[in-house]
């Protein structure tokens, strides 16, 4: 691929900014989606993510991308929907069974769990003892929303903290390994909604009540189908393929302060001392992990992107 020119790098950065504004409304429009049953929800966002993808592809005469992008290999296939569904399921999982703040914060464990995962399993990167440092500060805020009695079996929470924390685990493996298959191009996301969507009515259909739920607000799945579960795909794929990676990745950090910011603004989440020292404890754990506080000017002004 060519190396992308200062102007655009410049546009591709800024179209992935946007991304963390897109995935901080995340748990707002979910909690204003209202009961709608996970599968559902899943069913319809990524049904209106990858109908509309396709339709602006289209539009710009990406037929044949797309028709390549259909024939990506079996592994891509797996893991652009395996990630897709698995994540999204489990966040509103989360949501629905949980604080919402709470829930939030702790599923955006995973820029935290990519620095340490690419640190376990990526060629040439190494587990360090800043990663662990990170590592830790993130696991004590997380543990501070739990509460001081840990994981209650019995406890109302229980289902969305577990919930939570698996989605985590499932966007920094998703993250990770799509570094495997980075020729896969952009294209191929759309694909990846439409199955994910597939794959969840069926999911739907086979073990939730069927008919629309009471209480259910269409004007938020709208929302969500076009920003956060889905614009927010591609403009992360295009920052991360031809902008500048290092800053996009410092801002992915400041994500779970940004959607607890938008929680409180909403009136859904209490502004307590515990919920801000938790989000500062994973923001800054995954800043810490991630070695960024020594970024090199040098590298920085010569666009090079260091792991």
């Not at 990676?245 to 409180?264: D, E, I, K, M, N």
Request: charged share 10%; with cysteine.
């Amino acid at each position: 691929m060519s190396v992308p020119s200062r102007r655009q790098s410049r546009h591709a950065t800024l179209w992935g900014a946007t991304t963390v504004l897109n995935w901080a409304t995340l748990a707002l429009f979910t909690q204003w989606a209202g009961p709608v049953p996970p599968f559902l929800l899943t069913a319809l966002c990524f049904g209106l993510a990858g109908g509309l993808a396709m339709l602006a592809f289209l539009a710009r005469g990406d037929g044949p991308a797309l028709g390549a992008a259909f024939r990506q290999p079996p592994a891509g296939w797996a893991l652009g929907i395996g990630g897709l569904f698995g994540y999204h399921l489990c966040y509103f999982i989360a949501q629905q069974n949980a604080p919402p703040a709470n829930a939030g914060l702790i599923s955006y464990l995973w820029p935290l769990l990519i620095v340490i995962l690419a640190g376990l399993v990526l060629p040439g990167e190494r587990l360090r003892g800043v990663h662990l440092l990170g590592g830790a500060c993130g696991f004590l805020g997380a543990g501070l929303l739990v509460g001081p009695e840990g994981f209650d079996w019995a406890g109302e929470y229980t289902l969305g903290y577990l919930a939570a924390l698996t989605a985590a685990l499932i966007w920094s493996g998703y993250s990770v390994a799509s570094r495997l298959l980075a020729r896969i191009p952009t294209t191929a996301v759309a694909w990846n909604c439409l199955g994910a969507a597939v794959l969840a009515l069926a999911c739907h259909l086979a073990w939730e009540p069927i008919g629309w739920p009471d209480g259910a607000n269409p004007w938020a799945i709208l929302a969500l189908g076009l920003g956060p579960v889905g614009s927010a795909f591609f403009t992360w794929d295009l920052g991360m393929k031809r902008g500048r990676v290092r800053l996009l990745g410092l801002l992915a950090y400041a994500t779970p302060l940004c959607s607890t910011l938008v929680l409180v603004a909403a009136g859904l989440a209490e502004p307590s001392p515990s919920l801000w020292l938790a989000a500062l404890l994973i923001c800054g754990g995954a800043l810490v992990g991630s070695g960024s506080l020594r970024l090199r000017r040098s590298a920085d002004e010569a666009g090079v992107v260091r792991p």
